[in-house]
């Protein structure tokens, strides 16, 4: 029995391997893109396949050779990238994730789970609420890319009985992220003080955006995962993250809180502020994924700064 992880050199990807390593697992690692960060301290315990989702017959072999039988489908473009090459990300995102749950389906496989966004969701939301129900009509391309994903791996499980599963996940902060993004100013401020760097937030004090921890995000794919069959009847969940959001302003206070010489600043940029306002005053509920397979967070904004300082401490010269 073999784990496969797409995107598993990613951000969340390489801290889901990890917990899958300490489990005792050796998962192969799918990806176009070479195993880099603290994950290289764990070589010869993960297999790393490179190749593209877009590419079936790559994708059939690394299956077929590893006796693949799980798949943890975190790779494939995200929402800068995708606006900025919209095909691309049609080929790695719609194509990709259709040639994964084929895969599945032609070897039997005993499950799919798959990674998804609150991007799925738009601005135009009746009330203040979002839950499990609350209608997806994403007006992005990743978030379009991400409701087809969720849409044909349900349609997977009614027509043929797989086991697919998913998570949306809110902004994910932890170290190491190197693409810049509408929210990175969570894990960058944070970053740079660690660094000794002076850094700028593009948003205001009282801007709040739904975040949540890497390592939360590789644990809540996990927990799925491991849930019973038989509870699992949503079987796309919200992932709240760290609730209420945290604002700007309460980071920034944790962060100087630990490091004293941070120098941290605010200069809003007005397309981020008006963006986050509408997602920071939405409420997430996650009630789905806590009663039906116990998902509970364990990094709380105080304990993931706590966190992020360690592990970047753990593994500084990978982050430099
Ligand atoms: N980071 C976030 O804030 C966030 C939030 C919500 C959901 N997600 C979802 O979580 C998943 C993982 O995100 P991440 O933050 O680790 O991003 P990431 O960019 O670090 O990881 C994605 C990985 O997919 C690989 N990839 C891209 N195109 C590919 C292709 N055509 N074939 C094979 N591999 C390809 C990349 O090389 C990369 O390693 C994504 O599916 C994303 O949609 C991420």
Redesign the pocket.
Known sequence: MTTMI?????????CLAKILIDEGETPVL????PVQGPLSEHSGRFVFER????HFPILMDCVERHAVDRIF??????SLPSENDPW?AF???VV?TRNILEAARVRNMRQVIY?????TYSKDIPGDTIDDRTIQRPSSL?GIT?TFGELLGRWYHRRFGLDFRGV?????VGPG?K?A?M?IYNAWAIEYSIKGLPYTLNCEPETRCPALY?KD?ALALNGLAAADPGRIRTRVYNIAGITPPFSARELVRAVEERIPGASLSFKPDAVVVELLRELGSLKISDACARTEWGWELSYPLAAMVDDFIEEFERHRSYFL
């Open positions: 797409t995107g598993g050199t990613g951000f969340i990807g390489s799918y990806d176009i893109a190749g593209s989702l877009e489908h975190l790779g494939g473009m995200l691309k080929d790695a995102n990709g990674g998804s966004t609150i991007a990743y991400k949306r996940l809110p902004s994910i992220a693409t993004h929210s890497y995000a």
